[in-house]
């Protein structure tokens, strides 16, 4: 069936580098995706979405950027700081609020 | 504004026992989730309610897991009898409205469940 899909299960990058995370998803018609950071023993929680009419979007130290054409969303992090450290899941949003989720990139902020 | 709250936030079974969870939503959100989240996986979508109705339980194993939320509010997930496989975290999540599908989803810090 369709799915959301991330390239890497974890990423290493040092405090204040960039990190970008990258996410395949398989529906051309999805219009509407997430990005959640999930802390441990915690919820996801709401970083940043963008609408297929946009190609990029950018929010507090966050940038989304969308490729339709290839099918392709990545999560830009600037100055990436220990508490960023998480995992990091991108989201297609679907009919009724349904949210398909990919399985995660885990982000490890080093000294 | 208080979030989603849930419990209990672990529990530890033997295999054919049963077991429930609750989650109370934020105040005023009309719609409420529950999400199954597998050690190093995404959460994936169990059953999604409206007010007191359900949306979508296509995902639901309904031969052992079922769900109420009988007033519109709180919301309760049973698991009868349980597997080994049901090891997961069980996340309630809450909207304003589903919808639109721009509402926010809040998620509770979640339920986790080990099976032995």
């Known amino acids: 069936g369709e799915s959301v899909g991330l390239h890497l299960p974890t990423l290493s990058v040092q405090e204040g580098d960039n990190s970008i995370i990258n996410c395949a998803y398989s529906n051309s018609a999805s219009d509407y995706f997430i990005w959640y950071k999930q802390e441990s023993g915690k919820g996801p929680q709401f970083i940043i979405d963008?609408?297929?009419?946009?190609d990029k979007r950018q929010g507090q130290r966050v940038t989304v950027l969308l490729n339709k054409t290839v099918k392709h969303l990545s999560l830009q992090i600037a100055a990436t700081q220990p508490g960023d450290s998480a995992v990091y899941f991108c989201a297609e949003k679907g009919s009724w609020g349904k949210l398909q989720f990919g399985a995660g990139t885990q982000v490890v902020v080093t000294p | 504004e208080a979030g989603v709250a849930q419990s209990p936030r672990y529990k530890i079974i033997e295999k054919r026992q049963s077991v429930a969870f609750w989650c109370n939503p934020i105040?005023?959100?009309?719609?409420l989730y529950w999400y199954q989240q597998i050690l190093g996986q995404g959460p994936k979508l169990l059953i999604q309610f409206q007010n007191n109705g359900v949306v979508d339980d296509s995902q639901l194993p309904k031969d052992r897991f079922s769900a109420e939320r009988l007033k519109g509010v709180d919301s309760t997930l049973k698991i009868q009898p349980a597997k080994l496989e049901d090891s997961a975290v069980y996340l309630c999540?809450?909207?304003?409205?589903?919808?639109?599908?721009?509402?926010?989803?809040?998620f509770g810090p979640g339920t986790r469940l080990t099976v032995l």
């Open positions: 963008i609408r297929s009419n946009m």
């Open positions: 999540a809450s909207s304003l409205a589903g919808t639109s599908g721009d509402n926010e989803q809040f």
């Open positions: 105040s005023g959100h009309a719609t």
